[in-house]
């Protein structure tokens, strides 16, 4: 679902995520490992401030495991927490509940000093659309099911989940818009299937993905549309989208290529990872 960002929707986003944060402790930023730079939020830090935060590099099943260690290490260098998750299938979530209390260690230390036993901890998702905030909380939420009764104080129309022992998560999460005036970013977004492929020209889209590609070579890539022999490297992007609707055999009447139906092909493919596990965006010189 892909949402039209307009400034005055920006603004009561924003103040809807201003509102939650007050019920909160920390933030689970969700990312997308394939682009985690182009999939956060630019006014993200400014508006969680000093709450402890973890990020949540999503979708690793179709990022790059090596390029995945290294953001982990260029946030750590940061002093952020980076955990790589895969929402789909659920791997990696056992890890999200020890990363929060890593982040939250000093305030409960300094709360048990106060006398509190076990305080409880309460977490909000963020993330621009796509990235995996539904499927974060219902995995969450099935694995735990416990539902957190009406408690006084709590704000109705809240509602809360109790996903690991002492803590508790809400139920929705803050939708936050990228970065979306830097045309990278809205490239790299469009890779993902982040943003509606209406909005793009899709062959020029396919055109830039294997700009991209052609210089990375993926092994899955190469063999899947048996290009052995060519010297990808030098061949002109809108000649390879060519070259690779040939080999499936996209003819429009005439004998002629149809490019249109090669870039959807593509793009499809690349979003479902079956030209490999690709990071877009890496760490080095950011
Ligand atoms: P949102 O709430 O942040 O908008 O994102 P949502 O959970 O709806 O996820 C967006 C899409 O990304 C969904 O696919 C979802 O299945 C997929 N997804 C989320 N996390 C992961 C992950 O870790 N790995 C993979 N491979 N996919 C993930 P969809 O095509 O919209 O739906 P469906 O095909 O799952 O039905």
């Known amino acids: 679902q892909t949402i039209q960002w307009f400034p005055g929707h920006m603004t009561k986003t924003k103040r809807q995520i201003q509102s939650s944060l007050k019920l909160v402790d920390a933030v689970a930023e969700i990312i997308d ?38 953001w982990i290490d260029y946030f750590k260098k940061q002093n952020l927490v980076a955990i ?18 890593t982040v939250m260690s000093h305030k409960i230390a300094r709360l048990k000093e106060k006398g509190m036993v076990n305080p409880t901890i309460r977490i909000m998702i963020v993330g621009i659309p796509n990235v995996g905030k539904s499927s974060f909380i219902n995995k969450m939420v099935k694995k735990n099911r416990a539902k957190v009764e009406d408690r006084p104080g709590v704000t109705r129309g809240n509602q809360w989940y109790t996903i690991a022992k002492n803590l508790e998560m809400l139920d929705t999460p803050g939708v936050l818009w990228p970065k979306f005036d830097d045309k990278t970013v809205g490239e790299h977004l469009a890779f993902t299937g982040a943003v509606k492929d209406q909005i793009l020209d899709i062959e020029l889209l396919a055109v830039r993905l294997l700009d991209f590609i052609k210089e990375l070579k993926p092994a899955d890539f190469i063999t899947r549309f048996k290009l052995e022999n060519e010297d990808v490297e030098n061949i002109d992007s809108y000649e390879l989208l060519k070259m690779i609707g040939k080999k499936r055999g996209m003819l429009v009447s005439g004998g002629e290529i149809d490019t249109e139906r090669a870039a959807i092909m593509l793009l499809d493919e690349f979003r479902s990872a079956k030209l490999g596990r690709i990071t877009v965006e890496m760490p080095q010189g950011r």
């Open 33 to 70: 490992a394939r682009i985690p730079v182009s999939s956060r939020n630019p006014d993200l830090a400014k508006l969680v401030q000093n709450k402890p935060r973890v990020i949540l590099l999503n979708k690793c099943d179709m990022a790059n495991q090596t390029a995945t260690k290294m």
């Open 84 to 101: 790589p998750v895969d929402c789909k299938s659920g791997r990696g979530l056992d890890k999200f509940a020890p990363a929060v209390n």
